[in-house]
């Protein structure tokens, strides 16, 4: 098979299920033809699609492990503050003497790769960076000819409460994907048309998937609501925009090696609630004896209903009430709860309390560093002030549950001592599936998986002691001893729980067809094999071997 310069078309949140579905009705025929020439693989992403950071592993080539980052959420057990975190890694192909061309590519730095021309952080989907661009006035120049990115409130959209906001946030992302994809032919073509590899991403099926997946779902307990049909119509045209930027970019390189994927698949969110709020009121509950969350009786009395959610009421913060906390003694100064808290802590803890107050401080290690992010506006960071005094805590996720143990040695304040650390992980084990959905009456938790770090005190700041997978759409839990939790409005309909990932890869000389389960880590092998300059190992992981 002959080199060729490789386009490579990210498709962040597509998921091959309904995307197949609509290619068979006519509404994707790009994407169709693509498939059709294509060799086609189905990508198993594995436990890392629990981690949220797909677009990293791609930019990155580095598996969790590798680069030892599970999550975009890190936490200091000095401090007891968490945060969400950027890129982090120079892109693979840094290393590579290719000419590189990025279009909106998450958590790719470009402080870190000074050969890669583009934009990135224009408009993606949990893009892990700021906008920026190589060469520096490109930004200002694209700007001027295609403007700021025009769907911004919606990237993020929860629109499901209303049928005219959902047909809103499709009509709003579409016209995204129609700007998308006049700007991506333009760099490719116009602008920097000397490429080896052009990576262009779209992240509006993204927000689209997880903000209108009831529209589209028969099975989602949403998916007979009032906005459920705005919702499907509005979910199948920004399929149809991302077609149609499939098909610019397609006959914008006519002479290039295709590969269209995505690392993982979508469907409904089983997260959120769960991971983001009842589980932090869960272990407060066991902590404490007693409830932090309220909710309105006529939501406690009707524990299998979802609570309806106001037109314009933000999720984060209005459908939630709590118990009043109790006084506090007038709080030390900054600057004086940083000395006394860094005259006691042990050496190894120090120095990471130390990295976390220098970038809170803002010393100039911000700007240095990867992108943070403040986490708030989850409900989860109400519970924050207590973790120093829980046995366990829940940390914010934007996914499955990441249970912390407040371990002596390793947390500043810890509580459980190393030799009760399994058997207290078994209890919490027993106590989580003991839960049940009073929805549906089955187990509220699918599987809880233990930390890949198998030394606990070596647990790093993107880990979890326990990860809870949840089972199904919940928006309360119940348990026998600690009561119900919740219910509460559900956020987002749609999450990444879709078995398969993607790829599609036409190339001349390469054969048509189905190929199967591949990891989706041989996403970037292929990509340097195709560029023929990936080495030995790509070679043995190309999707092509």
Not at 99 to 117: H, I
Not at 229 to 252: I, K, N, Q, W
Not at 294 to 320: I, N, R, T, Y
Request: net charge neutral; proline share 9%; with cysteine.
């Amino acid at each position: 098979m002959a080199r060729s310069r490789v386009l490579a078309i990210g498709l962040d949140g597509l998921e091959p299920t309904l995307a197949e579905r609509l290619m068979d009705a006519g509404e994707m025929p790009a994407l169709a033809e693509l498939r059709r020439r294509s060799a086609r693989f189905r990508l198993d992403h594995g436990p890392a699609q629990r981690t949220g950071l797909a677009w990293e592993h791609v930019a990155s080539g580095l598996s969790p492990d590798e680069g030892r980052r599970w999550a975009a959420v890190e936490f200091d057990p000095a401090t007891y503050r968490a945060w969400q975190e950027g890129a982090r890694f120079t892109p693979w192909w840094d290393r590579l003497e290719k000419r590189v061309v990025v279009f909106d590519a998450p958590y790719v730095d470009l402080r870190r790769a000074p050969k890669t021309r583009g934009i990135v952080g224009w408009g993606a989907h949990d893009p892990g960076i700021s906008a920026s661009a190589r060469p520096a006035k490109l930004l200002e120049e694209f700007e001027g000819r295609f403007g700021p990115y025009p769907a911004a409130p919606w990237t993020y959209g929860v629109p499901w409460a209303s049928p005219s906001r959902s047909r809103t946030m499709g009509e709003a992302l579409s016209h995204a994907l129609s700007v998308r994809s006049s700007a991506a032919r333009w760099l490719a073509t116009e602008r920097l048309p000397d490429w080896d590899l052009f990576l262009a991403v779209e992240g509006e099926a993204h927000g689209a998937v997880e903000g209108l997946w009831h529209g589209l779902d028969p099975g989602h307990p949403l998916h007979r609501h009032a906005s459920a049909e705005a919702a499907g119509e509005a979910l199948t045209e920004v399929h149809r925009g991302v077609d149609r930027m499939v098909a610019e970019l397609s006959s914008a390189a006519p002479d290039a090696t295709i590969v269209a994927f995505t690392m993982g698949g979508m469907g409904p969110n089983h997260s959120d609630v769960p991971s983001m709020l009842l589980l932090s009121e869960l272990l407060y509950r066991r902590a404490f004896g007693r409830p932090l969350l309220q909710v309105p009786p006529e939501w406690a009395a009707a524990p299998a209903a979802f609570p309806p959610l106001g037109d314009s009421e933000d999720w984060s913060h209005a459908s939630f009430q709590w118990v009043p906390m109790p006084a506090r003694a007038p709080a030390a100064s900054a600057s004086e709860r940083w000395r006394r808290i860094g005259r006691r802590l042990p050496r190894p803890v120090r120095d990471a309390y130390r990295r976390t107050r220098d970038v809170l401080a803002g010393d100039g290690s911000r700007r240095r560093g990867p992108v943070r992010l403040d986490l708030a506006w989850q409900p989860a960071a109400r519970y924050q002030p207590y973790w120093s005094r829980m046995p366990a805590f829940a940390l914010p996720s934007f996914y499955d549950g990441r249970i912390r143990i407040n371990l002596k040695g390793r947390e500043r304040c810890g509580m459980v001592a190393p030799s009760d650390f399994e058997p207290f992980c078994r209890e919490l084990e027993t106590m989580l599936r003991e839960c049940r959905n009073p929805r549906t009456g089955e187990p509220a938790v699918e599987e809880i998986e233990r930390a890949s770090t198998k030394d606990p005190m070596a647990l790093n700041g993107s880990e979890a002691d326990l990860l809870v997978i949840w089972r199904g759409v919940s928006c309360a839990i119940e348990h026998p001893r600690l009561g119900l939790i919740g219910p509460v409005p559900l956020r987002r309909t749609g999450g990444h729980t879709g078995r398969y990932g993607m790829a599609y890869v036409q190339a001349p000389g390469l054969e048509p067809g189905d190929r199967g389960v591949r990891s989706a880590f041989d996403v970037v092998p292929t990509l340097a094999s195709l560029l023929g300059d990936g080495g030995p190992a790509a070679l043995a992981k190309s999707l092509l071997s």
